[in-house]
């Protein structure tokens, strides 16, 4: 890396874009021509760094509805230092419409992201998301384009309010509907939270997929800092847009690539970060992923031995009592990880050309409550936990401190569900079979099965339990879940039942015992009978015929590793387009 640190040492020869522009050929000709078609002239683009910026805006995206806003002010940012911005539209992956998830397309993505930055001539990009999986998606697409880049996360939405609660969007939503199902919640009431619920644009005001994806992305270094906390429609989080843009031009000048300065130690720091903000067992799948393209890999066993020594100090909803407009407001991520240094790889690099431990050397906790001490945390360790037995033999995850207390050592017999519609027909049947103390079981609902692996973790409680005051029970798929979900879940049961995991065997009546404190999961048949019955089993469904769903079925990886494409693991070449 050779930074320019002066005006001097900025050489429009050494750009990227010089390619397409610089030379006096019949090709450039041909691309000057057509930028001049656009209306743009010699002096907006020619010497000066193309800056792409990636906006995943879409009126279909509650989280980004705010991005065509915040564009204009990056494009701001960018003109400020001299560079040349560019808008380019990419997926935009929104979990609350699009079905069955958006896990079924973070891959596809990620791939348009890395396309679309290797092909077009482009010195450094912004990258704009927010929900769930367009963080990882846009992570994993710049690092194998290896150009200049940096994230401009989304913010969460206000906190909301209805009569006198708080509301955390997810959490309160799922509680005020169990209510609804238990007689407790009128249909005007229940309206009235609908119409409350969602304060504004940007993400999920809880600790859920999209927040927790911010706050790691800030601690690998790919924001500048306390970006990750701001709210969406607060005008910090417009002047955040402005100096992102400008810091961009800034990395295209120095070619401040992600191979410069994103490394294995900077997935510790993101994934120590979840860890202690009590965030959603979905960034396990996504930081292996994004280590996946950095050919490193990133086990089950590093994210619980990491879990053992790391406190959770962010008393953040659904597993504590606060949302991101608190947590912003008593000092933001930085804060929190002033806090656990001493876990942290301090001399790591980051976007803003500075290491991690100079980002948050001037934080200040503004909040006890909500920023936790390490004498007083929420949990000492353990967040979230991973199982490990014959039921689950890759691994399997739950979010403990979002579990009943007493459900963390659980023996129950099976209620087995073979797929989603089946269980959502039978569920709240008053002749079925289930008690408090049965554990619900949930299959054909991973990366083959669903197929995408969706949000199916957070099985409902049956409605003559909730009628009788039951709040929670041992819940298991080879599903994921919301991370602004609650309640004893046990998720991502790797390998799935579709590519013919143990769950797939597992009958109503069989007894299954999850242990966390001894990290164990246990299917409680001999190995005999389960031999019998995969020997009994239906072939297993055949993989669908065109298109994406065909070329996801084939090479998406299972839960354990990440659900990335085989055929993407690993460093890309980042062969430049030859052009001809």
Same mark, same amino acid.
């Given at each position: 890396?050779?930074?320019?640190? =002066?005006?001097?040492?900025?050489?429009?020869?050494?750009?990227?874009?010089?390619?397409? +522009?610089?030379?006096?050929?019949?090709?450039? +000709?041909?691309?000057?021509?057509?930028?001049?078609?656009?209306?743009?002239?010699?002096?907006?683009?020619?010497?000066?760094?193309?800056? @792409?910026?990636?906006?995943?805006?879409?009126?279909?995206?509650? *989280?980004?509805?705010?991005?065509?806003?915040?564009?204009?002010?990056?494009?701001?940012?960018?003109?400020? =230092?001299?560079?040349? !911005?560019?808008?380019?539209?990419?997926?935009?992956?929104?979990?609350?419409?699009?079905?069955?998830?958006?896990?079924?397309?973070?891959?596809?993505?990620?791939?348009?992201?890395?396309?679309?930055?290797?092909?077009?001539?482009?010195?450094?990009?912004?990258?704009?998301?927010? *929900?769930?999986?367009?963080?990882?998606?846009?992570?994993?697409?710049?690092?194998?384009?290896?150009?200049?880049?940096?994230?401009?996360?989304?913010?969460?939405?206000?906190?909301?309010?209805?009569?006198?609660?708080?509301?955390?969007?997810?959490?309160?939503?799922?509680?005020?509907?169990?209510?609804?199902?238990?007689?407790?919640?009128?249909?005007?009431?229940? &309206?009235?939270?609908?119409? *409350?619920?969602?304060?504004?644009?940007?993400?999920?005001?809880?600790?859920?997929?999209?927040?927790?994806?911010?706050?790691?992305?800030?601690?690998?270094?790919?924001?500048?800092?306390?970006?990750?906390?701001? !709210?969406?429609?607060?005008?910090?989080?417009? /002047?955040?847009?402005?100096?992102?843009?400008?810091?961009?031009?800034?990395?295209?000048?120095?070619?401040?690539?992600?191979?410069?300065? %994103?490394?294995?130690?900077?997935?510790?720091?993101?994934?120590?970060?979840?860890?202690?903000?009590?965030?959603?067992? &979905?960034?396990?799948?996504?930081?292996?992923?994004?280590?996946?393209?950095?050919?490193?890999?990133?086990?089950?066993?590093?994210?619980?031995?990491?879990?053992?020594?790391?406190?959770?100090?962010?008393?953040?909803?659904?597993?504590?009592?606060?949302?991101?407009?608190?947590? +912003?407001?008593?000092?933001?991520?930085?804060?929190?990880?002033?806090?656990?240094?001493?876990?942290?790889?301090?001399?790591?690099?980051?976007?803003?050309?500075?290491?991690?431990?100079?980002?948050?050397?001037?934080?200040?906790?503004?909040?006890?409550?909500?920023?936790?001490?390490?004498?007083?945390?929420?949990?000492?360790?353990?967040?979230?936990?991973?199982?490990?037995?014959?039921?689950?033999?890759?691994? *399997?995850?739950?979010? =403990?401190?979002?579990?009943?207390?007493?459900?963390?050592?659980?023996?129950?017999?099976?209620?087995?569900?073979?797929?989603?519609?089946?269980?959502?027909?039978?569920?709240?049947?008053?002749?079925?079979?289930?008690?408090?103390?049965?554990?619900?079981?949930?299959?054909?609902?991973?990366?083959?099965?669903? !197929?995408?692996?969706?949000?199916?973790?957070?099985?409902?409680?049956?409605?003559?339990?909730?009628?009788?005051?039951?709040?929670?029970?041992? /819940?298991?798929?080879?599903?994921?879940?919301?991370?602004?979900?609650?309640?004893?879940?046990?998720?991502?049961?790797?390998?799935?039942?579709?590519?013919?995991?143990?769950?797939?065997?597992?009958?109503?009546?069989?007894?299954?015992?999850?242990?966390?404190?001894?990290?164990?999961?246990?299917?409680?048949?001999?190995?005999?009978?389960?031999?019998?019955?995969?020997?009994?089993?239906?072939?297993?469904?055949?993989?669908?015929?065109?298109?994406?769903?065909?070329?996801? @079925?084939?090479?998406?990886?299972?839960?354990?590793?990440?659900?990335?494409?085989? %055929?993407?693991?690993?460093?890309?070449?980042?062969?430049?387009?030859?052009?001809?």
């Amino acid at each position: 890396m050779n930074p320019a640190n =002066s005006e001097t040492e900025r050489d429009p020869t050494q750009l990227r874009s010089h390619r397409w +522009f610089g030379k006096d050929d019949l090709r450039s +000709f041909g691309h000057r021509s057509r930028l001049k078609g656009m209306g743009f002239d010699d002096v907006d683009y020619r010497d000066r760094p193309v800056v @792409a910026i990636l906006n995943t805006w879409s009126e279909l995206n509650t *989280c980004h509805s705010h991005f065509r806003n915040r564009a204009d002010e990056v494009r701001r940012g960018i003109l400020q =230092s001299g560079g040349f !911005p560019v808008e380019v539209p990419v997926m935009s992956l929104g979990e609350m419409m699009m079905k069955p998830t958006t896990m079924l397309y973070r891959n596809l993505l990620a791939m348009e992201v890395e396309e679309v930055l290797r092909c077009h001539p482009i010195d450094a990009a912004v990258l704009m998301g927010g *929900c769930d999986k367009t963080v990882p998606a846009m992570l994993m697409g710049a690092i194998s384009s290896d150009i200049p880049s940096l994230f401009l996360p989304a913010g969460a939405m206000l906190r909301a309010r209805w009569k006198d609660q708080t509301l955390g969007s997810g959490s309160d939503a799922w509680k005020y509907w169990d209510q609804r199902l238990a007689g407790n919640l009128c249909d005007r009431d229940w &309206n009235g939270v609908e119409n *409350c619920i969602a304060a504004s644009a940007g993400t999920c005001m809880t600790m859920g997929t999209a927040s927790t994806m911010a706050c790691v992305a800030e601690a690998m270094g790919w924001t500048l800092p306390s970006a990750a906390t701001i !709210p969406a429609v607060m005008a910090e989080h417009s /002047r955040l847009a402005v100096a992102t843009g400008r810091r961009a031009v800034d990395m295209a000048w120095e070619q401040l690539k992600p191979s410069h300065f %994103f490394t294995a130690d900077s997935i510790d720091n993101g994934l120590t970060t979840s860890l202690a903000i009590g965030g959603s067992t &979905n960034a396990i799948v996504h930081l292996i992923a994004i280590a996946g393209r950095l050919g490193h890999e990133l086990t089950l066993d590093r994210f619980d031995e990491l879990s053992r020594q790391t406190p959770v100090l962010g008393d953040l909803r659904p597993g504590g009592r606060f949302l991101m407009q608190d947590f +912003f407001e008593a000092g933001g991520i930085c804060a929190l990880l002033d806090r656990i240094q001493d876990l942290l790889n301090l001399d790591c690099k980051t976007v803003a050309g500075t290491t991690l431990g100079e980002q948050i050397k001037d934080a200040e906790v503004i909040d006890n409550e909500v920023i936790r001490t390490r004498e007083n945390p929420v949990s000492p360790a353990g967040g979230v936990c991973l199982l490990r037995g014959n039921l689950a033999p890759s691994g *399997c995850v739950i979010k =403990s401190i979002a579990a009943s207390k007493k459900l963390l050592h659980h023996r129950g017999k099976a209620v087995v569900f073979d797929n989603y519609p089946q269980m959502k027909e039978q569920i709240h049947d008053p002749d079925l079979d289930v008690d408090e103390n049965s554990v619900l079981i949930l299959r054909s609902a991973g990366p083959l099965g669903a !197929p995408g692996f969706p949000e199916w973790g957070m099985l409902p409680i049956p409605k003559k339990l909730l009628q009788s005051g039951v709040t929670d029970m041992v /819940r298991m798929s080879d599903a994921r879940m919301s991370g602004t979900s609650y309640g004893t879940c046990v998720l991502h049961i790797s390998p799935e039942s579709a590519a013919g995991g143990p769950l797939s065997l597992v009958q109503t009546g069989d007894e299954i015992e999850i242990n966390v404190a001894e990290r164990t999961i246990h299917w409680h048949v001999e190995k005999a009978e389960q031999e019998r019955r995969r020997q009994q089993q239906p072939e297993l469904a055949p993989a669908p015929e065109r298109g994406y769903m065909k070329l996801y @079925a084939k090479h998406v990886t299972q839960a354990d590793q990440g659900c990335d494409f085989d %055929f993407l693991a690993g460093r890309s070449p980042g062969e430049e387009p030859a052009i001809h």
